[in-house]
């Protein structure tokens, strides 16, 4: 996300991955020309929130430039954002960031939890709907699509939607469930995804 979002404004400011190397350097961020290339190529897989500051402040743009675009943002395993959503939070006045800090005992993750809930991003997680795709060899937004034409959310909250229905469960027991639930949910969603039935998309 922040690789491709890096290429675009590094080549709209006319400089090379050398250019902005030199650049970044004059603002505290040792960066070498092969690490620039490995950020825009994704082979990068996460970058700090304090870096993302230096970054953003060496090429003169606000940080949420640096999560332009939709899908979603990952911040921890457990954790993730709509970009919209991330954006809406880094784009919080300083002062929202302050309080959040109070709250928070200064940690970057629970800036961004409490400063997202005051400003109501919704915070949503993808792992079911990216584990789903990769299964059937779709795209991941096919199948974040399809679930929000059929159930109004993503497939990953309607599983949570269905086993909190459920009641007070064991960790065990939950996630014999989870498993169940997202074997049924998969065959509901797989009429509505590209191609519809197929083969390799059986479910255990």
């Keep these: 996300m922040v690789g491709e979002n890096l290429r675009r404004l590094r080549m709209d400011l006319g400089l090379t991955q050398d250019e902005l190397s030199l650049l970044l350097k004059q603002h505290g ?24 500051v230096a970054l953003a402040r060496a090429l003169d743009v606000p ?13 921890t395993l457990d954790t993730e954002f709509t970009r919209a959503g991330f954006r809406e939070v880094l784009s919080q006045p300083a002062t929202a960031w302050t309080e959040a800090a ?8 629970r800036f961004i939890e409490a400063v997202g809930e005051r400003s109501a991003a919704k915070q949503v997680s993808f792992q079911a709907d990216a584990e789903l795709a990769a299964r059937l060899g779709v795209k991941p937004e096919d199948v974040y699509h399809a679930a929000e034409r059929l159930w109004g959310h993503n497939l990953h909250q309607e599983r949570d939607r269905r ?9 065990a027991q939950r996630r014999a469930r989870r498993g169940h639930i997202t074997r049924q949910l998969a065959k509901e ?3 509505h995804l590209p191609g519809g ?3 390799n998309a059986e479910q255990d």
């Design 102 to 109: 109070a709250i928070s005992g200064r940690s970057a993750l």
């Design 197 to 199: 039935k197929s083969a």
């Design 29 to 52: 961020l040792g960066w070498q020309r092969s690490h620039i290339a490995a950020i825009e190529a994704g082979n990068r897989e996460s970058i700090e929130l304090d870096t993302a």
């Design 189 to 191: 969603l797989l009429p």
């Design 163 to 171: 086993i909190a229905e459920m009641g007070e469960m064991s960790a």
């Design 63 to 75: 940080v949420a430039e640096l999560v332009a675009g939709d899908g979603p943002v990952q911040l």
